[in-house]
């Protein structure tokens, strides 16, 4: 158990996902955790819900804690700092989930000297198989990451890059990245109906394929084409789908979406910074 208080400022879908996983794995207690909402019937539901305290003060909150967790919308950002900048102290560790929303931006809305990780949860970290990306600002040591790497694994795999430049490139393909594979799994499980088998049958074959695909990837270490060759038996049936798998240009589609949303991401973060 982490011998830290924190407080979850923003308790909707991240934070409240992110508040029930910390109390479920035991990585911090009730007395230990506290979250903020806007607006009071909110708070009351929440918590209701978690049983920690929910309140509408910011302040209170990030005063009474040790670390502090920005789960608001990018849009509320600098409102929410510009409160929260007085009571700020350099022992605080603050921790931003918040996409499009840069390292910087935040230090610069801060005191000097506040250590501030960025960080990018994705939506399967609500049952412990996210994936985190950490990307640490300028006044961030070993501790820091630590720390928080200590709350990300509670809700599945951590890792850390130091190029906030590319936090964009991680939130189009772990942070979008679920979309995506739920289409793949939906279009799979249709193309199971369409040669007969029952939906939810064709939908568990569909998620189950991918999921074991996916941990062979993370298991093994081998490349997924080496994979992939595994399976393509000579003049066998897979190497017909991959053909109709490239006619319909599924690689192309999902490079161009990671990149699509990679330079969405970009346009956001200019967006909110110039506010
Ligand atoms: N959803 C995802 O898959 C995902 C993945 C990675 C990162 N993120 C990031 O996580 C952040 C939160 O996203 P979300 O989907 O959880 O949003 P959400 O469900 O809309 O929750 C936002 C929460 O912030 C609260 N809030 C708004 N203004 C506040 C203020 N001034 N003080 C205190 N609390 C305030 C809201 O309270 P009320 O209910 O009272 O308004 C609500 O509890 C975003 O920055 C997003 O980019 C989301």
């Known amino acids: 158990m982490l011998n830290k208080k924190i407080a979850m400022i923003g308790m909707g879908k991240m934070g409240g ?63 929410v700092l510009e409160y929260l900048k007085p009571v700020i102290r350099k022992d605080h560790l603050v921790i931003s989930l918040a996409a499009a929303t840069e390292t910087k931006f935040i230090e610069d809305h801060l005191p000097e000297g506040i250590p501030v990780i960025r960080s990018m949860p994705n939506l399967p970290c609500l049952i412990g198989q996210g994936m985190t990306v950490l990307c640490p600002g300028k006044h961030v040591e070993k501790e820091h990451i ?23 490139a991680v939130t189009a393909v772990s942070g979008s990245g679920p979309a995506y594979g739920y289409i793949i799994i939906e ?30 990837v993370l298991e093994t270490g081998q490349h997924p084409a080496q994979l992939k060759d595994m399976v393509t038996t000579p003049a066998g049936t897979t190497v017909d789908g991959i053909m109709a798998l490239e006619e319909g240009g599924v690689r192309v589609a999902l490079i161009k979406a990671v990149e699509s949303a990679t330079l969405k991401g970009k346009e956001l973060s200019g967006e909110s910074q110039s506010k």
């Open 17 to 79: 996902m992110l508040a029930s996983s910390l109390l479920k794995k035991g990585v911090v207690n009730s007395d230990q955790l506290c979250g903020t909402t806007r607006q009071e019937a909110s708070a009351i539901k929440s918590q209701n819900e978690y049983g920690i305290r929910v309140m509408t003060d910011n302040v209170k909150a990030a005063e009474e804690s040790d670390v502090i967790i920005l789960a608001v919308k990018p849009q509320s950002m600098a409102l």
């Open 146 to 168: 630590d720390l928080a790497t200590s709350i990300f694994t509670a809700v599945g795999r951590v890792d850390v890059i130091d190029r906030d430049d590319l936090m964009d």
């Open 187 to 216: 279009s799979l499980a249709e193309g199971g109906v369409k040669v007969g088998l029952p939906r939810s049958l064709a939908t568990t074959l569909a998620a189950q394929t991918i999921l074991g695909a996916a941990a062979m």
